[in-house]
């Protein structure tokens, strides 16, 4: 089965996807509550999701995966937990 590789991120204007410590923070001053840009949309159509669970886990709301898969690829070591 041949699979599209799907990049969906938030850039700042000035062009970066996070700071230099992977923080994300800037996507709080633009958000709107209940508003998802159509983040819920695009989880419906995939089933594989990105690298980016840490920071996943600590927004607000929760993100759920209607496909029930999530593959998690590491290039560094974590000490985070997805199940926690």
């Given at each position: 089965?041949?699979?599209?590789?799907?990049?969906?991120?938030?850039q700042?204007?000035?062009?970066?996807?996070?700071?230099?410590d992977g923080?994300?923070?800037f996507?709080?001053?633009?958000?709107?509550?209940?508003?998802?840009?159509?983040?819920?949309?695009?989880?419906?159509?995939?089933?594989?999701?990105?690298?980016?669970?840490?920071?996943?886990?600590?927004?607000?709301?929760?993100?759920?995966?209607?496909?029930?898969l999530?593959?998690?690829?590491?290039?560094r070591?974590?000490?985070?937990?997805?199940?926690?």
């Open positions: 089965m041949s699979r599209k590789l799907i990049l969906y991120i938030a700042s204007l000035d062009g970066y996807i996070a700071k230099k923080n994300l923070d996507l709080s001053m633009v958000e709107v509550p209940n508003e998802d840009c159509g983040y819920a949309d695009h989880l419906q159509n995939i089933d594989t999701k990105d690298n980016n669970i840490e920071q996943q886990l600590t927004f607000r709301r929760s993100i759920s995966y209607p496909t029930g999530v593959q998690l690829w590491y290039d070591k974590t000490d985070k937990n997805p199940n926690d």
